[in-house]
């Protein structure tokens, strides 16, 4: 069983950056991929980004490739989404996945976090 605790969310204004950490219980957090996607109310969830288990390779959303930069410290347990230029449209709550599969796709992510709320104010 993988625990996955969002933070470093919050209201932030437009052109400003934030910085997401995902920390994991347990000691495989090293097997697994980690993904992290987004939901604004009304919509559906959405991939952000996602990173392989060693971290040598990445995967990002059109709209935040150039902006978000995501990695992972396997010595932490943890794994970042750096987000800077921030716009009123990523506004959402952010949430943070491992799974066996490296993608943009939820399903290949077993395991979540309960979610951290980003506001961007223009």
């Known amino acids: 069983q993988v625990q996955l605790v969002e933070s470093g969310g919050g209201l932030v204004q437009a052109g400003g950056s934030l910085r997401l950490s995902c920390a994991s219980s347990?000691?495989?957090?090293?097997?697994?991929?980690m993904g992290w996607f987004r939901q604004a109310p009304g919509k559906e969830r959405e991939i952000v980004a996602a990173?392989?288990?060693?971290?040598?390779?990445?995967y990002y959303s059109d709209s935040m490739k150039g902006r978000f930069t995501i990695s992972r410290d396997n010595a932490k347990n943890t794994v970042y989404l750096q987000m800077n230029s921030l716009k009123p449209e990523d506004t959402a709550v952010y949430y943070c996945?491992?799974?066996?599969?490296?993608?943009?796709?939820?399903?290949?992510?077993?395991?979540w976090g309960q979610g951290t709320q980003v506001t961007v104010s223009s």
């Open positions: 996945a491992a799974g066996s599969g490296f993608g943009g796709v939820a399903s290949q992510y077993r395991y």
């Open positions: 990173i392989t288990m060693g971290g040598c390779s990445t």
């Open positions: 347990g000691r495989t957090f090293s097997i697994y991929a």
